[in-house]
């Protein structure tokens, strides 16, 4: 893709990506993720219920060819990476982009607990809180704490009775924290908002210089490069290009 076709994405469009993404990452590629935002009722699409997926359509009005640009953008930005699987191509979430998708899904359980008690929901099932990733649920418990609000209780104490020993440990203390109106920290949550906001602004492509494993000299291992060799699944080349062509002559005789 050439970056000089596509502006810079807002941080809005970066949070909806990376939302789409988080529903197929290590297990679908660049094609699927645009069909989930341009909300394509292919087969696929419905049979992994991809269409539930809250931003699922959220670039319904641009073509698949303008979807994927965007997505080829965050690629090139250090927001989403292709791994390989066997010979297919995966999306998956580079540290950056972890980073934002952790703070919208928190925010995202954040604001169903909030709806939950504009209903009156009494006792949800909180199983699938069971098994997420770590850091994501800390942070929630965080903003639960940042948010005060003792009407959460009810729902931490479900909670902490199906989860395992050292979340409910962190359960018990965001209890305490509520029952007890301590106060946070407000420089911790402006440090976070400060790193999200940093995050965001991702990493322009650079190209950058590698040392040589075969001569020891340096050399340049451009922008192009790079794209190519995400592409194809490969590593960074361990040798100038002098040296690898003088090996495929060596290997050819």
Not at 94 to 113: H, K, P, S, Y
Request: glycine share 4%; net charge neutral; proline share 2%.
């Amino acid at each position: 893709m050439n970056n000089e076709t596509i502006n810079h994405l807002s941080s809005e469009e970066i949070k909806v990506v990376l939302r789409a993404a988080d529903e197929i990452i290590a297990r679908g590629g660049r094609t699927l993720l645009a069909k989930i935002l341009k909300g394509s009722r292919e087969k696929k699409v419905l049979e992994l219920e991809l269409d539930k997926c809250p931003v699922y359509g959220a670039f319904r009005s641009e073509t698949l060819e303008e979807i994927t640009k965007k997505i080829d953008w965050m690629i090139d930005y250090d927001f989403l990476a292709i791994e390989y699987s066997g010979k297919l191509p995966m999306i998956v979430f580079t540290d950056r982009g972890w980073q934002i998708e952790a703070d919208q899904r928190a925010d995202e359980f954040l604001i169903e607990w909030e709806q939950w008690l504009n209903e009156g929901k009494i006792d949800p099932d909180m199983s699938y809180l069971k098994d997420r990733n770590r850091e994501m649920i800390l942070l929630f418990l965080d903003k639960i704490k940042e948010s005060g609000n003792k009407q959460f209780i009810p729902y931490l104490e479900l909670w902490e009775k199906i989860d395992y020993k050292k979340v409910r440990a962190e359960i018990r203390t965001t209890i305490k924290i509520l029952e007890l109106d301590e106060k946070i920290e407000q420089q911790s949550m402006n440090t976070r908002v400060e790193s999200i906001n940093k995050a965001l602004e991702g990493l322009a492509p650079q190209d950058f210089l590698l040392k040589c494993w075969e001569c020891g000299d340096r050399f340049t291992f451009t922008v192009e490069e790079q794209k190519l060799y995400r592409q194809k699944g490969f590593v960074h080349p361990k040798r100038c290009k002098s040296c690898r062509r003088k090996k495929r002559y060596e290997d050819y005789y």
